[in-house]
């Protein structure tokens, strides 16, 4: 029973802090773009076929130079 009054208070104490942590994520921007990291994995900047796709969206055509060659 003594172990019950040093457990319970520190148990209140570890979820206030967790709490704190929670709250404190939240307000300093953690959780704004949760799918933005994961899709920018997904295409490479670099790659001429997708600027092709992004200016061809857009309504740039496409450059000659910007083509890559067919992949065997």
């Not at 404190?24 to 799918?35: E, I, K, N, R």
């Not at 670099?46 to 857009?58: F, L, N, R």
């Not at 910007?66 to 065997?72: E, G, I």
């Amino acid at each position: 029973m003594p172990a019950l009054y040093v457990m319970i208070p520190a148990a209140l104490l570890i979820v206030g802090i967790a709490i704190y942590i929670f709250f404190w994520a939240v307000d300093s921007g953690q959780y704004d773009d949760l799918d933005g990291p994961a899709h920018s994995i997904l295409f490479d900047d670099q790659d001429p076929k997708h600027q092709a796709a992004v200016d061809e969206i857009s309504g740039h055509p496409a450059k000659p130079e910007d083509k890559a060659p067919p992949h065997a």
